[in-house]
């Protein structure tokens, strides 16, 4: 474990295994710790980076929300890998760390050898920015004003949430119980900085046109913000493969664990291997 500076802030990073770099990107409502069945399995072969974003201890918390949407968020994963001293890696990203991921590969196309992107796309659709903007304004207003814990129940049993309960009782309780540490600040800023500014993904067609690196594409079948714009991905990307798991929600790393590890096994063994696309 260690810190690494991204432009003043202190990111709190952890590395196990050894081999080829991948480095995974956390969701809104996870932090380091959600990527742990993927670091048992990866680091067998791998060398596997974890953080957490800025905005979640003990990584540090800026005041300014300026700080934390684009393109912070994305220079803070070249900034880890660079304090780590890889020069190109696999880039595996959830949700909000998706949208962090696929802009890596379009500022940093250089060091992403691949990119994973799962669960991608809320609040993508133009239908769909208005309520977005405004939820996310909401919830940030909530964790200010009631906190973490109280938020947590919240925003951890929304409808694209509750497979993982139904699935695994003993994960979702994990999982609830490291959003109820959240930094109630650094979530309200996260909210305000990143999510309710960032542009739709389809602001960036053509840029994603020209993407020419490996892409594998996840979303759960009932995850159904994002199912619209992965679908709209996967038509735009030149060399996206899609992976859709079923009977799945939001957080299909935590629900399907090991099919979703063998299906980014197989993806990264293509790419290393030449036989992708």
């Known amino acids: 474990m260690r810190f690494v500076n991204a432009d003043g802030v202190r ?24 990527w742990e069945a993927q ?35 994305v220079h803070d994963i070249a900034a880890v890998l660079r304090g780590v001293g890889i020069s190109r890696a696999h880039v595996v990203g959830s949700s909000m760390g998706a949208y962090a991921a696929l802009h890596f ?34 919830t940030a207003r909530a964790y200010l004003e009631l906190g973490t814990r109280a938020v947590a129940e919240v925003a951890g049993r929304t409808p694209t949430r509750l497979h993982l309960l ?29 999510q309710a500014r960032r542009p739709s993904l389809e602001d960036y067609k053509h840029e994603f046109s020209d993407l020419r690196i490996p892409v594998l594409l996840i979303a759960g079948d009932e995850d159904e ?40 096994e197989g993806f990264l063994s293509a790419v290393e291997h030449g036989c992708w696309r």
């Open 39 to 73: 670091v048992r399995w990866f680091s067998r072969f791998y060398r596997c980076i974890t953080f957490n974003a800025r905005g979640y201890p003990p990584s540090d918390v800026p005041n300014d929300p300026s700080l934390y949407g684009l393109p912070s968020v």
């Open 166 to 194: 139904r699935k695994n009782p003993r994960a979702f309780e994990e999982f609830l119980s490291h959003l109820r540490e959240h930094s109630a600040e650094g979530k309200a800023r996260t909210l305000l900085g990143y």
């Open 11 to 34: 990111l709190y990073v952890e590395e196990t295994g050894t081999g080829d770099p991948i480095i995974f990107v956390h969701e809104l409502n996870a932090d380091y710790r959600e």
């Open 225 to 264: 913000p994002c199912l619209e714009t992965t679908l709209w991905l996967k038509k735009t990307l030149p060399n996206a493969g899609l992976w859709i798991s079923p009977n799945s929600g939001h957080a299909i790393n935590l629900e399907e664990p090991d099919a979703f590890n063998r299906a980014i």
């Open 105 to 138: 590969g379009l500022m940093y196309p250089d060091m992403a050898r691949s990119l994973v992107v799962s669960s991608v796309g809320s609040g993508s659709p133009p239908g769909d920015r208005a309520a977005f903007v405004a939820e996310a304004e909401a």
